[in-house]
């Protein structure tokens, strides 16, 4: 069983940049291609990112517009997601999410019905 606690989220303003972590525990990080999700309210989860177990290959949402950035250190067992210039619609409850993937350590998951474990969220506000 693997848990995952996001950290990060806040009250920011447009224009400003901010770091989430997911932190992993429970089994072989490096076994996981890890992924992060955002949900506003009235509105359907959605991928934002996503990264392969070796973290060479990543995913990310076109409506971004190149503005996130997803990495990983599976020597501290830990995904983060840089957020940069965000603006008041990136307001949302930011999840990460594990997938487990034994094929192949480049294989990544683009939508959340391919992950297995998901952390309970962290609130990114976005003030105009």
């Known amino acids: 069983q693997v848990q995952l606690v996001e950290s990060g989220g806040g009250l920011v303003q447009a224009g400003d940049s901010l770091r989430l972590s997911c932190a992993a525990s429970?089994?072989?990080?490096?076994?996981?291609?890890m992924g992060w999700f955002r949900q506003a309210p009235g509105k359907e989860r959605e991928t934002v990112a996503a990264?392969?177990?070796?973290?060479?290959?990543?995913y990310y949402a076109d409506s971004l517009e190149g503005r996130f950035t997803i990495s990983r250190d599976n020597a501290k067992n830990t995904v983060y997601l840089q957020m940069s210039s965000l603006k008041p619609e990136d307001t949302a409850v930011y999840y990460c999410a594990a997938r487990i993937d034994f094929s192949s350590t480049y294989h990544i998951g683009t939508t959340s019905g391919e992950y297995d474990y998901w952390g309970q969220g962290t609130q990114v506000t976005v003030s105009s």
């Open positions: 990264i392969s177990r070796n973290g060479a290959v990543t």
């Open positions: 429970g089994g072989t990080f490096s076994d996981y291609g």
